[in-house]
């Protein structure tokens, strides 16, 4: 437990309110016991996390009787909003306002949308409490390589990695979840939560944004209405689409066509997550 116990000087735990955030949250907890004034528990909410994660980023708060503080992005000074459960913002709102300042799409090499939605947001906060340096802690587990083998920051904080340092993997999370009396909502297909976080990121799997066509129309159509928006503010193709390779209405298209083939067939969608689909 030693690897869980807070650094000195303020200290942001970031919470993105999924499985793994909330176990090393959890863990934090049981070896410092309630939290200091000089530690931040925050969430950032994009306004296109699925309700399931709102809920359950609420019973985390209330079950294990922590404040977790709610932010969102805003495209007026100071650029950001505390807000809550029940103000808290269910579609796509602060993202929209975010596309509307840019007048381009974030895609796989402009990932403006988590830099300016979740980074900066949560920086302008803790800014404002008058906060200088700080020690930024994210769910980083051992089993993901490709994140933790990046340069530090140039920036106002140190990131920590209490999970990666314990040797956790989904494992071990997926089985910490099932002891408990509550969970997040949504599947969990070997020890990935596709309907975590934005629900139709562009560094999701084209599987993963099909099955979302398929199975959450409504919500999928949220991401072509924005490509839709930002076709009437640019002439640049690439700049109204998330991805180079198709729109979300010919994603649409194509599922309305092919329907469950394309998800059962080996080779018809690419599989591979974190923006590797870009071929």
């Known amino acids: 437990m030693s690897v869980f116990l807070l650094p000195d000087g303020p200290v942001q ?9 909330g176990y090393m949250l959890h863990q934090i907890l049981e070896a410092n016991g309630d939290l200091p004034d000089r530690v931040e528990v925050t969430f950032q909410n994009t306004g296109r996390e699925m309700p399931q994660t709102l809920d359950f980023v609420a019973e985390v708060g209330r079950r294990w009787r922590v404040m977790v503080t709610w932010l969102e992005y805003r495209k007026d000074a100071p650029f950001f909003e505390i807000v809550g459960h029940q103000g808290a913002s269910r579609d796509g709102e602060p993202f929209e306002a975010l596309i509307e300042r840019r007048k381009f799409l974030p895609n796989q ?10 980074v900066r947001t ?3 906060y803790l800014r404002s409490l ?11 587990r051992a089993d993901e390589p490709h994140r933790l083998n990046k340069p530090p920051p140039k920036d106002r904080w140190t990131v920590w990695t209490p999970l990666a340092a314990a040797g956790i993997s989904r494992h071990d999370v997926a089985a910490f979840w099932r002891r408990q009396p509550f969970d997040l909502q949504l599947p969990n297909v070997n020890g990935n939560c596709w309907l975590g976080n934005c629900d139709g990121c562009f560094l999701k799997s084209e599987a993963n944004i099909a099955a979302l066509a398929r199975d959450f129309p409504d919500r999928a159509a949220w991401w072509e209405r924005m490509e839709t928006k930002v076709r009437g503010l640019t002439t640049t193709k690439a700049a109204a689409q998330f991805s180079k390779r198709y729109s979300r209405a010919d994603m649409r298209r194509y599922m309305e066509r092919q329907g469950d083939w394309a998800l059962s067939t080996d080779g018809a969608l690419c599989q591979a997550a974190h923006g590797e689909c870009v071929g």
């Not at 090499?109 to 979740?118: G, N, P």
């Not at 008058?130 to 980083?140: E, S």
């Open 122 to 124: 949560a920086k302008r």
């Open 109 to 118: 090499a402009a990932r403006f949308c988590s830099t300016e939605l979740k």
């Open 13 to 21: 735990i970031a919470f993105s309110g999924g499985r793994t955030s």
């Open 130 to 140: 008058g906060w200088t340096h700080w020690t930024n802690c994210v769910g980083i």
